[in-house]
């Protein structure tokens, strides 16, 4: 059974370095048998508009949304079954739900969602 | 970056009847695989969005029989043959052609 959970702080305030961490289980970040196995991070507003952020995948490589690229950073513990996202100078405007998802490129032929953990509420307010 | 449009915005649908949602990019979305690299995800009320078809016209595992997908380059279609109550929810399509992967903002299928 895959699972996958977000966790970190609820509110920031605005210039500060956010840090979520993905706990994920049922499933390997160590090895992949067919494509590639990945964890990456997507966001939704307040106003339900989702945004993709970042992967990571099982051979370390990493892909951002260009828009956000110099304020990401997403890394992996594949032992600990953790991926974390760094996000610096967060702003009001980055109030959203992150989510953690897993994709499979192997039986999906890209990169597609195929499990998503609740997500988890950040609020950027002084 | 590829644009996502969905519409209608908002669907209200008597159970038992069809329901519809587009889903235009604004480049195309056919991989030199012959695939189209376009997916749809359903988030019910207070879920996290599910992944329901993928490559534009498979349904993904344990999504029922009623969804399909259709549509090639920049023109893709969701179908539900009969709306059930289960079925509420924002509807989102999304292009994993190249990243940034995008999304459409979605289309609120609630039931009349």
């Known amino acids: 059974q895959i699972t996958l959970r977000e966790s970190g702080p609820t509110l920031v305030k605005p210039t500060q370095t956010l840090k979520l961490t993905c706990s994920f289980s049922?499933?390997?970040?160590?090895?992949?048998?067919?494509?590639?196995?990945?964890v990456g991070w997507i966001r939704q507003s307040p106003r339900k508009a989702l945004e993709w952020l970042a992967l990571?995948?099982?051979?370390?490589?990493?892909s951002y949304n260009p828009s956000l690229e110099t304020r990401l950073t997403v890394t992996k513990d594949a032992s600990k079954k953790e991926v974390v996202l760094t996000m610096t100078d967060m702003d009001p405007v980055d109030t959203a739900t992150y989510f953690c998802v897993r994709t499979d490129s192997g039986p999906y032929l890209h990169d597609a969602f195929d499990f998503w953990g609740q997500g988890t509420v950040v609020i950027v307010s002084s | 970056d590829i644009v996502m449009t969905q519409y209608p915005v908002s669907l209200p649908v008597t159970p038992g009847e069809p329901a519809s949602i587009s889903c235009r990019s604004s480049?195309?979305?056919?991989?030199?695989?012959?695939?189209?690299?376009v997916d749809w995800y359903l988030q019910k009320p207070g879920q996290p969005p599910q992944l329901l078809i993928y490559?534009?016209?498979n349904r993904a595992s344990g999504v029922p029989d009623r969804f399909s997908g259709s549509g090639s380059h920049t023109d893709f279609t969701l179908r539900i043959s009969r709306v059930e109550a289960e079925d509420v929810g924002i509807y989102y399509c999304m292009q994993g052609q190249q990243t940034p992967y995008t999304f459409g903002q979605g289309t609120k299928l609630e039931i009349k």
């Open positions: 490559l534009g016209s």
């Open positions: 990571i995948y099982w051979d370390d490589v990493k």
């Open positions: 480049q195309s979305l056919l991989h030199s695989n012959g695939n189209m690299y």
């Open positions: 049922g499933f390997s970040l160590t090895s992949s048998t067919v494509g590639g196995v990945g």
